[in-house]
């Protein structure tokens, strides 16, 4: 996977087309995609943090299910950081 868009070729500006492509990285029931579908929802970004919570994952499963989004081209570094509950900063994923 390159860094700005799924293996799979999709058709540009055709929300379908990607999402079809998507779903062939994606398998159906795995972690990857919930997180990938919760991530949609975040318009904002979000740290790792709050996908562990929001999702009730496992950080340790979490966290490198996460980093195959990114590594997909799915998912970036928004470039800002946001306060984790103790108080250190994290990045903040985004959608690409």
Known sequence: MTA???????????DTSRAAAESMILPAGSQRRR????ACTQRQGFTDEQMVD????????ARPRRGELVEGGLLK??????????GRQAIVWAMR
Do not use: C, E, H, M
């Open 54 to 61: 929001a999702l009730k994952l496992n950080p340790s499963s």
């Open 35 to 38: 997180i990938y579908l919760w």
């Open 4 to 14: 700005t868009q799924p293996t799979l070729p999709f058709v540009r500006g055709s």
């Open 77 to 86: 570094d928004s470039g800002k950081r946001a306060a984790t509950k103790s």
